[in-house]
């Protein structure tokens, strides 16, 4: 148990829907990660917060969304949903927002749009 | 733009055999630091090891070993006498220093099948 806990396990929805999927860190970690796992694209970062400040965005889509809040958990928010989204989203911590520290998954919020 | 290759799409081999993932990584960055992560078949993503870029020290742990190599770009692990728990995705994962705060480039896995 890496201490990270993501809901819902599962998701399933329909096209055109809007989802949350949320991320709570390990006790003490400031920053949050969200990642996408799919068999296309394999693992792709999304962005990073740390401390309730956004600081790191990747290949994340204009109809994906995140915060972070001052308790510091995360959310991802996904909108206008398409069968491609259809994902394993992980969200990792780490204790601060630098490179040398390493990232402790949760379990994963498995996302299929029908 | 930093990259992970890992050639081995899927290994299979015989309980107690040795085994050894590969692991090729592209950076311009001087300071970055090298990830392995294992993915077993229930999905969670379990961290296994954490390299600087200078600190070129091999580790070992256990049955695991890593051979880090900066002159072929090479970061590979190594499992002596598999075990069927071994079966799993096995990722390997990059980041930079600096401004890249932490955001993890991924190979695209290793899927390792160890039969009794």
């Known amino acids: 148990d890496s201490g990270v806990t993501q809901t819902p396990k599962h998701l399933i929805t329909a096209t055109g829907q809007r989802v949350t999927l949320r991320c709570s860190p390990r006790?003490?970690?400031?920053?949050v990660y969200w990642y996408q796992q799919s068999l296309d694209q394999g693992l792709q970062f999304l962005i990073q917060?740390?401390?309730?400040?956004?600081?790191a965005k990747g290949n994340i889509l204009e109809r994906f969304s995140a915060q972070q809040f001052p308790d510091l958990h995360s959310e991802l928010n996904l909108s206008s949903l398409e069968l491609g989204d259809s994902a394993l989203y992980f969200c990792?911590?780490?204790?601060?927002?630098?490179?040398?520290?390493?990232?402790?998954f949760g379990p994963g919020t498995r996302l299929t749009v029908t | 733009a930093q990259k992970v290759t890992q050639a081995q799409t899927e290994i299979s081999v015989v309980e107690k055999e040795d085994v050894t993932l590969d692991c090729v990584y592209e950076?311009?960055?001087?300071?970055?630091?090298l990830f392995w992560y294992k993915q077993p078949p229930s999905g969670e993503l379990v961290f296994l090891i954490r390299r600087n870029s200078f600190d070129e020290q091999n580790e070992i742990s256990g049955r695991y070993s890593w051979n880090f190599q900066k002159s072929t770009s090479s970061f590979n692990f190594t499992i002596t006498a598999s075990q069927v728990v071994d079966s799993a995705v096995y990722f390997c994962a990059l980041t930079a220093g600096g401004t890249s705060y932490g955001k993890l480039t991924f190979g695209q896995g290793t899927i390792l099948t160890v039969h009794p």
């Open positions: 990792a911590s780490s204790p601060f927002g630098e490179s040398s520290y390493e990232q402790y």
């Open positions: 006790s003490g970690d400031l920053s």
């Open positions: 950076t311009r960055d001087t300071t970055y630091y």
């Open positions: 917060y740390y401390n309730g400040e956004e600081r």
